[in-house]
């Protein structure tokens, strides 16, 4: 009787430990299902959107361009990444180093091994060789306005459906800026020191580079300066020397006699390679420029090795920027002046813009992981709203930054905390920004800014390139014929750039390989191919 009692005892015990289980796994299946960012959406006064990405935690694979001196920091120390990984439930791992030569080899590479990353940036010509090799997935179903309403603030339909290659909605533009802010910028200290006038024009131009590289303009008695660096990444001649613009070439395409124009394969280029080639004879360009790669020209002005560089972004030499080529050459030299200036000023410096950087989704991802994709164009379009825009280019606000409505407003404790916890910390912000063209600008978001960090040197630099005269763009994206290899056009394209600049006593063959170019490698195919794309566009007749 005992015996039965406690086996009655134990099965009532094991009942309730049952109903006590079931009651539990309810409890969890709940929480499973709450946003991942729950918990910071519940604090009641924060207006920061809440993102229900789904329960699982995922691992995302990125490869982006970045500045030379950027660093990702481990730890808790990026702020974008946290909010990114805590906002979207995922892992992000991002790969980075700068554009050039060295970023295509490795992301061909890892496209080449089966190791495609879910999101990369590449070039244009690049890219349409990955979307010819198959790797890269169909946009159509991700890059939406209803899902990326953000992103369509930025780019058009109509943009975006220029953009396509190969008949393809493969890849879509980075966000690019409506501002061109490329320019010439001379160090204002040596032409000082030289009793030398800012430069005005080509003549001009060529003679103070001859000044800088034989005059000794920062006065140690060597001679080790030179007129002009670039970057050629061990293939390109660079667009950064004068001599394209002074031989009517400007941008990569342009409009002439209603006509488009290839400006790197056009018969005026044989008159700009020898005009290279004279500079380097002369020995007033930077013997090392060829093979400079990615921002490592800009590195050796910083160290006082040249006195002309180009910049491309309007912050280039401003001195309330941390990183700008002004702070960086006055920390070796506190009396470097950078200044801009445009040879070219008052009749073309270059080209409007249009989308230039593609970004490109695996297709192995889309098709066995195309979650993964959903989530990466949820991050995308965050980036493109006011919220990530602000955090991934201004920092943290209230910290590095205070609001007020549309108003934003920088003061120089702001920048203080900005340098502490960013500038110093590797400058990890300029790796997310690959999606702004590392080049933002604030008023498509209906934003103003009260910047009281700027100098009157700043505002002397932004007036002044505010007055260069640019070049209509051709007004749409052209791509090439399909299953034209742009990719090997270029490249040989190129060769015989390189042959005539290091292997031929004169630019007399130019003629010669640009008919080559023409007829035995598809050139002109290409130029029709892009006469009837702007034509239906309406630019020429």
Same mark, same amino acid.
């Given at each position: ?67 030379? /001196? ?20 995922? %892992? ?40 010819? /090799? ?26 975006? %459906?220029?953009?396509?290659? *190969?008949? !393809?909605? @493969? ?32 003549? @001009? ?17 060597? !001679? ?46 044989? =008159? ?23 921002? %490592? ?37 506190? !009396? ?15 080209? *409007? ?10 297709? =192995?991802?889309? *098709?066995? @992981?195309?979650?993964?994709? %959903? ?49 110093? =910390? ?87 390989? =640009? ?27």
């Amino acid at each position: 009787m005992k015996a039965s009692k406690q086996i009655i005892h134990l099965i009532m015990m094991l009942a309730l430990i049952l109903i006590l289980g079931a009651c539990s796994s309810g409890n969890k299946n709940n929480e499973g299902n709450a946003p991942a960012n729950a918990e910071a959406g519940s604090k009641g006064n924060e207006k920061k959107e809440v993102v229900d990405s789904g329960t699982e935690r995922l691992k995302l694979n990125w490869f982006v361009n970045s500045s030379g /001196d950027a660093v990702l920091p481990k730890g808790n120390t990026d702020f974008i990444r946290q909010a990114i990984e805590q906002k979207f439930n995922v %892992e992000l791992n991002i790969q980075h180093m700068p554009a050039g030569g060295d970023f295509e080899s490795k992301i061909s590479l890892l496209l080449a091994s089966g190791d495609t990353p879910d999101l990369f940036t590449s070039t244009g010509i690049a890219s349409q060789k990955f979307i010819l /090799d198959g790797v890269t997935a169909d946009m159509t179903p991700f890059v939406t306005p209803e899902k990326m309403p953000n992103y369509f603030k930025w780019i058009s339909n109509t943009e975006l %459906e220029r953009y396509a290659v *190969e008949k !393809k909605f @493969e890849r879509a533009p980075v966000i690019f800026p409506r501002e061109v802010y490329r320019s010439y910028y001379i160090r204002q200290d040596w032409l000082d020191n030289l009793g030398l006038k800012m430069p005005t024009n080509y003549e @001009e131009m060529l003679k103070v580079m001859h000044a800088f590289t034989f005059d000794d303009p920062d006065g140690n008695g060597k !001679k080790d300066t030179f007129g002009l660096t670039a970057a050629g990444n061990g293939t390109t001649l660079s667009f950064d020397f004068p001599q394209w613009i002074e031989n009517g070439l400007i941008g990569a395409f342009m409009v002439r006699d209603n006509k488009i124009v290839d400006v790197q394969s056009d018969l005026a280029v044989g =008159q700009v390679l020898q005009g290279v080639k004279d500079m380097m004879k002369e020995g007033t360009v930077d013997p090392d420029w060829f093979l400079l790669k990615g921002t %490592e020209h800009i590195d050796k002005a910083v160290g006082g090795k040249a006195g002309i560089v180009v910049g491309g972004s309007q912050s280039f030499a401003f001195d309330s920027e941390p990183t700008s080529i002004q702070n960086k050459t006055k920390a070796i030299n506190p !009396k470097a002046n950078w200044m801009p200036f445009h040879p070219f000023a008052a009749t073309g410096t270059w080209t *409007e813009n249009l989308p230039e950087t593609p970004f490109l989704f695996s297709r =192995q991802t889309a *098709e066995k @992981e195309p979650e993964k994709i %959903e989530r990466i164009v949820q991050i995308l379009d965050w980036m493109a709203s006011e919220e990530g825009f602000l955090l991934i280019n201004y920092g943290e606000e209230g910290k590095h930054y205070t609001r007020s409505g549309k108003t934003i407003t920088v003061t120089s404790s702001n920048m203080d905390a900005y340098n502490k916890d960013v500038v110093e =910390q590797g400058n990890f912000p300029d790796v997310y920004r690959f999606f702004y063209s590392h080049n933002p600008e604030y008023t498509p978001l209906g934003l103003d800014l009260v910047d009281e960090r700027l100098s009157d040197r700043d505002r002397q630099i932004n007036d002044m390139i505010q007055t260069y005269k640019l070049i209509p763009s051709i007004g749409t994206n052209v791509s090439p014929p399909a299953g034209f290899n742009l990719s090997d056009f270029r490249k040989k394209m190129r060769e015989y750039h390189v042959r005539i600049l290091f292997d031929e006593a004169d630019a007399s063959n130019w003629p010669k390989y =640009q008919e080559e170019l023409l007829t035995k490698f598809g050139g002109q195919q290409m130029i029709d191919t892009y006469t009837e794309q702007i034509k239906a566009a309406g630019v020429i007749k």
